[in-house]
C-alpha cells in the first residue's frame, strides 16, 4: 500500500532523457506528491515542463535548492551529483542518485528493488543511496533469482546498448547520422569517437588502464555489490549500436549446482520484474522495440550452455531508461515512502 503521508520531491536533471521520464514515472505510479521541484543547468531557465496537467516552471540547480525537500532524485551527471547530493542530504532530504559518482561508496546502498530492498535502510549513512548502471539491473533482475536457487560462480556478458543511455544529445545524434547517410551527405561525430550510425562499437563510456571500459567494469562491481556477493566472476564486453531505446545482453552463467533451461525458464516465469519471451520456433524472442514503454526485464533464448557443466545461455531485454533508470529509481522511492520516511 502506497504512503499516506505526502512528499516534496525534487528532480534534477528534469529536462534530460532520463528526468523526463522520472518525471513521467512520478505521475504514472501516482508517487504522493505535495510538491514538485524541477531542476537543471542555468540554460533550461524560462523552460517550463508539464507535470500532472500543470505548467512548472524549470529552476537552477543551486546548493540551497533541497531546503524543505523531503527527496531528491538526482540524474544530472556524475559531477554535479558529487557536488551536490551533499548538500541535499545536509538538508535532510534523501537523495537517489542515478549517476555512478556515489555507487561503489561502502556507505552508500546500491539498489534493485527485485533484489535487495532491504539495503534502502542504509541510506542514513549518508542520506544518499545509488541507483544502479543500466545494463547491470536489468542483469541482476534476470539473475537474482537463478544465483539464489542455483548459485552463480560466474557470468560472462555482452551488451548491445541503445544511445538514450548518453542522453538526449547522443539521440539526435544516431538520428541526423542516420537522416545524413541515407540522403548521401557527410555525416558529423560529436557524442561518440566514431561513427555511430550503421555502426556498432566496443566502447561504452571512458577506458581504464587495463583496457576494460568503465560501463564494463561498473556491471563487475556493481553486480557484486547487489548480490552481496564478492566471489561471483563477471567479465562484460559493453557495445554501442545504433538503437535508440531498449539495451539488449547476451548472458551466459555457470552455476554451481546442477541447472537446466527448463528449471531456468520456470523459476523466471515467477520471478518478480521478469518477463519470459521465449518460442523460438514461432520467432518469439525478446526485442528491444517491445521491451520499449514499459518495465518488465525480458528474458528469452534461454539454452543449455553445451560446451561446459551448468552453463546457461540467455538474452535480457530492457528500457535502459525506465527499469534502467528512472523506474528503478521511482521505485526505490516508494520503499523509502512506504517504509522509512
Ligand atoms: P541528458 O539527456 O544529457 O540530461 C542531462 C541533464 O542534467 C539535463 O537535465 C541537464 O540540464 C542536467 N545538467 C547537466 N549539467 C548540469 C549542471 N551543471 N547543473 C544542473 N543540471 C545539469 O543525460 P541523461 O541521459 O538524462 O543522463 C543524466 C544522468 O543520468 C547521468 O548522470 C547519467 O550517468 C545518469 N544515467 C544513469 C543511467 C543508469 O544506468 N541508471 C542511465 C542513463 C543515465 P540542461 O538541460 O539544463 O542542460
Ligand atoms: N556513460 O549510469 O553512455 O553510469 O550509456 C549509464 C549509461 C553511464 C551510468 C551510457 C553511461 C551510465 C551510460
Redesign the pocket.
Known amino acids: 500500500m502506497m504512503s499516506k503521508k505526502k512528499f516534496n520531491v525534487a528532480v534534477a536533471g528534469a529536462t534530460g532523457a532520463v528526468g523526463n521520464q522520472m518525471v513521467s514515472c512520478l505521475e504514472e505510479r501516482k508517487f504522493p506528491i505535495n510538491s514538485i521541484k524541477l531542476l537543471a543547468s542555468s540554460r533550461s531557465m524560462g523552460r517550463k515542463m508539464d507535470y500532472r496537467g500543470d505548467s512548472v516552471a524549470v529552476e537552477e540547480l543551486k546548493e540551497s535548492s533541497f531546503k524543505g525537500m523531503d527527496i531528491a532524485i538526482f540524474s544530472a551527471g556524475?559531477g554535479t551529483s558529487e557536488k551536490f547530493a551533499p548538500f541535499a542530504a545536509k538538508d535532510g532530504c534523501v537523495v537517489i542518485d542515478?549517476?555512478?559518482a556515489w555507487r561503489m561508496d561502502p556507505d552508500v546502498p546500491l539498489v534493485v528493488p527485485e533484489v535487495n530492498p532491504h539495503a534502502v535502510a542504509q541510506y542514513t549513512n549518508k542520506g544518499i543511496i545509488a541507483n544502479p548502471?543500466?545494463s547491470t539491473i536489468q542483469m541482476v533482475v534476470a539473475l537474482y533469482p537463478l544465483h539464489k536457487k542455483f548459485g552463480i560462480k560466474r557470468i560472462v556478458v555482452s551488451t548491445y546498448?541503445a544511445v538514450s543511455?548518453?542522453g538526449k544529445k547522443?539521440i539526435e545524434e544516431l538520428d541526423s547520422q542516420t537522416r545524413a547517410i541515407l540522403s548521401f551527405k557527410s555525416c558529423e561525430n560529436k557524442v561518440y569517437p566514431h561513427t555511430i550510425a550503421f555502426n556498432c562499437l566496443p566502447h561504452?563510456?571512458v577506458f581504464l588502464d587495463n583496457g576494460y571500459t568503465k560501463?564494463e567494469t561498473?556491471m563487475v562491481y556493481e553486480t557484486r555489490k547487489i548480490l552481496e556477493d564478492d566471489t561471483i566472476g563477471v567479465t562484460a564486453t559493453t557495445v554501442?549500436v545504433p538503437v535508440f531505446y531498449g539495451h539488449s545482453e547476451s548472458i551466459n552463467i555457470e552455476a554451481k549446482e546442477n541447472i537446466s533451461a527448463q528449471e531456468v525458464k520456470s523459476i523466471l516465469k515467477n520471478a518478480p520484474g521478469v518477463k519470459v519471451v521465449d518460442d523460438p520456433k514461432n520467432n518469439v524472442y525478446p526485442l528491444a522495440i517491445d521491451a520499449v514503454g514499459q518495465d518488465l526485464t525480458l528474458v528469452g533464448r534461454i539454452r543449455n550452455d553445451e560446451s561446459i557443466k551448468n552453463g546457461i545461455n540467455m538474452w535480457v531485454v530492457a528500457d535502459n531508461i525506465r527499469k534502467g533508470a528512472a523506474t528503478n529509481a521511482v521505485q526505490i522511492a516508494e520503499i523509502l515512502a512506504n517504509k522509512y520516511l
Open positions: 556524475g542515478n549517476s555512478s548502471n543500466c546498448q543511455g548518453t547522443a561504452i563510456d560501463e561498473k554501442r
